[in-house]
């Protein structure tokens, strides 16, 4: 997720420009949660000198929290181009928050003032419409931050990366450029999505069967290609997935997409001949809920893929989803389906620059400072050294949280702002610390006991414990039913206490709690998560 904030002071008075607000989504890890959120603790403390939001493009990792988060931020204005504008209002209606939003589209290519920064963006290539490249000019100098970028000529879409624009930046000076990482070990220039789209139309073409499609739904270059690549075929396109439609919409309402463009609810699929259709499916990362999990599981409701149909996975595996994408392939392949992925054919490329994208960029910009950026920390430190390899006067090796001065030069780091991460827990927001998450993976673990105690004024048992066990198994080593460990363990560390002491509920529970979590361990080697309910009468 990417949250970058940009200050610029003058008389003692500081003012702030946040340039995008993403999420990440939760895995094994974060078992029962949704997304993952930007802990804006700081932004909040600094609200009222926040003079905009500033969105690069409608990707969830940049732009997925505001919704969530904007109503933290005092009532600050969002900018947007109209592509993502669309994007964010879809996600806004969903949460009832569209009317009185303070959203302001702005256009592709144009400069306009936030506060004390003159804002100007700059066309970039990148895996959707409309992303931008962002040059905030103060009375200090230039600084360009690139947002998710790569270079193609035919991006199929949007225009291509607007070359000569960065070339005047650089020959007029170029303080600090703030760049994307991502593909930073990565050596050579990065395939166009035109050679994507050239590679869907043979294998849509020679498909003996059903064909399921399965990329990013923002990916609209990509929906476009699987688009023609079904009509070239003579197959009619089935869309499975919510996210799928919401991109269509957003993209039609902008003009990336045909408004006529024809295709079928998932309804469909089964009805039409196997030879005629075509399924672009959402759940390329294997996520659990979404469409082509469903249908390898055989659960989907309208959508089925048997042996000799054909799944081809237009995307690559986000660090994190290899399990979860390894069991969608291996339910696929037992079902016989004919699998293709970028390791077979090329259906997917990049949205991030590789080493030689990335040397033709600075060489355009001629920036006096690097600060890498959008990476994990091998990433962020191959692209420090490519910048000094290529002469780069300062290189900043910034980290989550790390406050850089830019300007004057020399840039230095100054200070360290609180960062974390915040869950979207069902409806609520709540920050990663406060344990039901920590407590939920120790339930996957070793599972949990709950003890029922009754007990009088004097300190006696009124009746055997009750006892509810859950994820335990039935018996021990031994064959002894764990029902029967736990209660004898209760009554045992119950008539172990002095009766005087039995009148301290507190007292009583936690002991019952330590002796039952102790002869659990005993006899399986787990420590499961207990709870005792006390009641005196």
């Not at 009222?48 to 969530?68: K, M, P």
């Not at 900018?79 to 592709?108: D, Q, R, W």
């Not at 075509?278 to 599981?297: D, F, H, K, N, Y």
């Not at 994820?471 to 002894?480: I, K």
Request: with cysteine; hydrophobic share 45%.
């Amino acid at each position: 997720m990417n949250l970058y904030l940009y200050g610029f002071g003058r008389d003692g008075a500081r003012q702030w420009l946040i340039v995008d607000m993403g999420v990440t989504f939760g895995g094994e890890y974060e078992p029962g949660i949704d997304v993952i959120l930007p802990d804006i603790r700081f932004l909040e403390e600094e609200r009222h000198n926040i003079v905009g939001l500033l969105l690069t493009h409608a990707h969830e990792d940049h732009f997925g929290a505001v919704a969530d988060l904007w109503p933290l931020l005092g009532g600050v204005t969002v900018y947007a181009t109209p592509f993502t504008a669309e994007m964010l209002k879809s996600k806004l209606g969903e949460m009832g928050m569209v009317n009185g939003f303070p959203l302001e589209v702005i256009p592709m290519e144009s400069r306009r003032a936030i506060g004390p920064f003159d804002v100007e963006l700059i066309s970039m290539s990148h895996s959707i419409p409309e992303p931008s490249a962002v040059a905030i000019t103060t009375p200090l100098g230039t600084v360009l931050h690139t947002g998710d970028w790569k270079l193609d000529e035919n991006p199929l879409t949007s225009a291509p990366t607007d070359v000569a624009r960065l070339q005047e930046l650089g020959r007029n000076g170029m303080a600090a450029l703030i760049c994307d990482s991502t593909n930073a070990i990565r050596d050579g220039i990065s395939p166009s999505e035109a050679d994507v789209a050239i590679a869907l139309a043979k294998l849509i073409a020679e498909a003996p069967q059903r064909v399921a499609v399965t990329t990013f739904a923002s990916n609209v270059a990509r929906v476009r290609s699987v688009a023609n690549a079904a009509r070239a075929a003579g197959r009619e396109l089935v869309v499975v997935g919510r996210a799928m439609y919401r991109v269509i919409e957003a993209a039609q309402a902008t003009g990336y997409l045909d408004p006529d463009l024809h295709f079928h609810e998932e309804t469909a699929f089964e009805k039409l001949p196997p030879r005629k259709v075509v399924a672009l499916c959402t759940g390329s990362q294997g996520e659990p809920r979404a469409a082509m999990a469903r249908i390898a599981a055989g659960e989907h409701p309208n959508v089925t893929l048997d042996a000799g149909d054909r799944a081809i996975f237009s995307s690559r595996t986000i660090p994190g989803n290899e399990k979860a994408v390894g069991r969608l392939l291996n339910a696929l392949a037992d079902n016989e389906v004919d699998i293709i992925t970028d390791q077979d054919a090329p259906v997917h490329v990049s949205g991030h620059p590789r080493r030689g994208e990335l040397e033709q960029l600075y060489d355009w910009v001629k920036p006096a400072i690097a600060v890498p950026m959008h990476g994990e920390g091998r990433h962020l430190e191959a692209h420090a050294k490519l910048a000094e390899a290529l002469g780069v006067k300062q290189v900043v090796r910034a980290r989550n949280g790390t406050m850089v001065r830019l300007l004057p030069q020399p840039a230095a780091i100054i200070d360290d702002v609180p960062v974390g991460r915040l869950y979207r827990d069902g409806a609520i927001i709540t920050h990663a610390d406060h344990g039901q998450v920590r407590e939920r993976r120790k339930l996957s673990f070793a599972g949990s006991v709950v003890v029922s105690l009754v007990l009088s004024e004097k300190g006696e048992l009124l009746a055997d414990p009750e006892v509810a066990l859950s994820g335990l198994p039935a018996t021990s080593v031994d064959g002894t039913p764990f029902e029967t460990i736990v209660r004898d363990a209760a009554i045992g560390t119950v008539e172990s206490i002095p009766r005087p002491r039995r009148k301290d509920p507190a007292l009583v529970s936690e002991a019952v709690r330590r002796g039952v979590r102790a002869a659990v361990n005993q006899a399986w080697g787990k420590k499961p998560v207990c709870s005792v309910l006390l009641t005196v009468i």
